[in-house]
């Protein structure tokens, strides 16, 4: 009797999984699938205890935990099991969010000095249990490289995300706070899994109403469901706010009346969210409000910023800036115009400074204000949305790019990853089902978060967490997944920047090759001012015979940079007969690397398709749908890129090399105008 | 042994079902839920089994019912119980769609004369079960009232929808033919399941690129995911796509050349999809361009295209046109000008006409075209997405608007109803989870197509079938929940538009109270010019002494329209004092009827509380959230309308009614710029 009643519930448990198309893998569960572990020899997960704090942080760690061990392990009763103990240590050495997991074959105990510190622990062990660890073995000790790790969002209020190619925004400002959608707290518990502790939910070309009584509302209904996950919201906020909804005649920082106006405005969200984060600035750069318009500093403008909000926050100065009228190469201007200011910015400003000196190209080399600054806190800003990396169709998994950045040495304070002390990425985030746009950029967003955590991890150990979590922890497909997923950046490289190219790409929405626009109204703005090709040669002279941007850098370093042949045409303009280290020519070794770039992923395919049997069908399918997709655009990318070459060089392809499909008259007469993300 | 093995697997089962948030209850499966029923005196489902055919829609009429048997029946095996047997006959009376069902204890048999019959008799089926239907006493005879039974996509190629509130399209227009969403199959299904059978799949303010190739493969995509389940894609066709994409100087519908073109663009989409359903046009009205543009009329645009597309589709032609220059009644002009060219159309044109003259209001008398062109095909187009009920906060079940159409006596050729020969809705999905954008808005979806299938179904039905499906089948849930969405609609009515008020929303967006809007460009876009309240009174004249636009209907119809007080602002104008058949004088009324509005969205919020017990926490409490929406939302609507007619009527409210929360000024400042959906 009991064998029937229980036949009958096990049929209904099954058809409630398995009946309808709503129950596929469809990606939603991101890296926090807790695919049941089958190894017979595991030791049993116990009972989950929580001692001393109850707080709503303390309760998820402790419900997370339970959850994910019965997800891991299920069908295992707590009854006899290894105990599992969640305590707050009165450690005040250590740093918050830090933990530390002691395991014994009777007891597991995840210690922190703060609640935030246990769920990370809690995350930490599930992650180790869902690569196939044992309960007993795990030994962890873990601090957080850096106090703000955050997600930037270009989300508008109007729901459309700019450089967005996840669908709509995830934020549904529509209807908050009158409704906070469930995917809040499911978005707010991955962005914790990771250690995310920050959100800019709006974008940096900001609009005036996020500061409006209504906007607070609504950013206050999602900090009060952010809050128990450890996560603090922060708001772009546009500089000429109190000319745009506060009624006076200027915006200038200096002015006593705007100053006031600031200090009422952060008073009022501050009374409504006690522990809002801050603003994040993006001032006189593209066409955005900022200080300058009144004659005064970046400084000034952060000062009064951070005056109004004083210790309660912090502001973030973005130091992507060019302009219009400014003839100095763009990859100079913002170390021209930032570093004079190392010393002036007040405790609570943090200034931003892209990962690159031109704007999150596939490759670029470091930003030289990294280093530069000794007397400023910096945030480095990485691009986890694919912006010029082929949108989310193309798969391109980034560690190794953040980890490129973040492992340079600046030749004055050490790496990258020294001299900051802030770590951003620009949301991949949308309302598509599986978040990210596609199942493989959800690996940026993880990759992202495990490197803000500790900057140290190396690619291929998030590459393998990430995967195993994702999909599958069979030896046999993370062995094949893992190099391919870390050869997908150099891919991108090779098939759409190589050799140090930048800035190549069709105009406005950054889709498709596009290397021979050049009437663009800003000059900077135009693909030929960076490439600068033509019968003699190609590459932006950076060196002292050029702009000089090089000098910008430590002596050695500039040297290092000069010699590197992956950044070659960023500094050094060379003729096309320009012998490589290989002994090749330029010539002969650009298509060498677009064709490189073609294989690779022709690769992917292949082994992505003989993954198949350990990935279940509809994510199986939509990644091989995609690779189909980056193989065209990767060959189209080559073959307008490699028309437009032999048409500036006037000289045909080397042999071996196959001509484009088509005449370079077809590639420029491509048009895209619907293409996503502007 | 045996039993533990099998409570792993049901902890397993039901683990997966309930560990994560993913798993909850979001809305994505519609009406197709197939809750289990738990009656004990169910007669069992037994095998299957499909005779003749298997074509991919029979086999997939065969597997809807495995499935839907197993989700209805979990842990009932075929064994022994009622056979089901699906079977075409060779009945060519039958329409194509029609089925019927007939029922024995020991089997059932569907019947019909095409697979897509079958198809619709194993949901029909599954709809009675779902209501708690007992498999033996099931018995229906059906055929659609209509042949063509559409939705209208208002959806762009950049992914945005026009008039849309649920999120971004549901077509991936960007990875379109390279990947095509499972939730593509999905949508599909949910159409199948209530007899929808063609799609327009593009913003009738179309682009002209959807008729380039890189367009027709990807509809041809989303054409063979379709197809077997019955439905055929249409296009909406910019009118100009000769000049804008054909390289032609003209798009005159007389020239040969133009001629010539659509002709040759006709036959590349059929040869990429045979069952290609044909144009949808907007002409001439609102900006769009037409045969007008070059002198000549509606018919002559139509009949090119359909001469085009020959006997293989379907040219549909919107009536929906007015013009700036025209200074004509607004509600007069579609008729003036499709009127008269009854009989001049080509037999595979259809002329579709909005429900009522002036467009989708919340109430508006029925289009007097109906009736009135006996010698053309004519469509019923419906506003599914809630363009001025609400968007998809407010909860308006539409089926008895739907209904008030359909049986609205014409006078001429009997009702609404039977005077046309195809149903069209402006669809209202997207890409939120829910599909609708919120829980109650699937059941106008639902209420469309089974309209669209039998105008007869009585709105009561309607939402009992839907809400039992969706929500629960427990008496006492649907004896509280249908009623409350039977006056969902009225109470619309009475917040926004008492009375026969119509079009006094917020300009562009729609969204919110306006009726003091008369700066507008075109005198008609102005809320004052339907309204016209000034200190004598309120109203359009549309009698002899006004427009006489009520001339354009049958006399004695024209007599009980002028006779329905529900519409008497529509047709009178009439002084505040003006005495109602309540004994009441319109500006003792109006106020009342506000009030009404309000007292039963208040209802509503009530009604649905006390149904927590019925429905999953996530949907129970984001229709709660929204009803709050709603309620705010409908005060708003009462208080700014209410304000301004006191200041126009220069006088107070009558006594007994609450004074509005501000002055008119404050109402009148309200900014919502950033509102969806325009």
Redesign the interface.
Known sequence: M??VR????????????T??????E?G??LW???A?VVHAAQQRPGQVTLSGSESPTALLARDELT?GL??LF??VGPAGGTAILLRRAGDSAMRDGAFNIISSEQRVTITAASDTGLLYGAFALLRELGQGKTLGAIRLDESPAYTLRMLNHWD????HVERGYA??SIFD???LP??????M??YA?ANASIGINGVVINNVNARA?MLEPRYIAKVKALADTFRPWGIRVYVSARFSAPRDIGGLATADPLDPAVRAWWKAKSDEIYTAIPDFGGFLVKANSEGQPGPQDYGRSHADGANMLAEAIGDRGTVIWRAFVYAAENREDRAKQAFTEFQPLDGTFAPNVVVQVKNGPIDFQPREPFHPLFGAMPQTRLSLELEITKEYLGFA?HLAFLAPLFEETLDADTGRRGTVARTVSVIAGVANTG???NWTGSHFDQANWYAFGRLAWDPRVPSAQIAREWAAQTFSRDPAFLNAVVPMMLGSREAVVDYMTPLGLAHVMGTGHHYGPAPWVSDLARPEWNPVYYHRADRDGIGFDRTATGSDALAHYAPDVAQRLLADEELLLWFRRVSWDHRLSSGRTLWEELPRRYDRGVATVERMRVTWASLAPHVDA?RHR?VA??L??QA?EARWWRDASLAYWSAMAQRPLPAGHAAPQHPLSWYQARSV????GE
Not at 6 to 17: E, G, Q, R
Not at 19 to 24: I, Q
Not at 178 to 183: E, K, L, Y
Request: aromatic letters at 8%.
């Open positions: 009991v064998t229980l036949w009958v519930l096990l049929l209904l448990a099954i058809s409630l999984v009946g309808g198309a709503a129950r596929a469809d939603y569960r926090l699938r807790n049941p959850r019965s997800e299920p069908g508008n209020p109007d729901g669908g709509r400002w529509w209807h009158g409704h906070v959608d469930a995917r707290t499911d518990r109403m169709s309302s598509d089902r509809q939509a749908d995609f189909g997709i065209d105008p619907e293409a996503p």
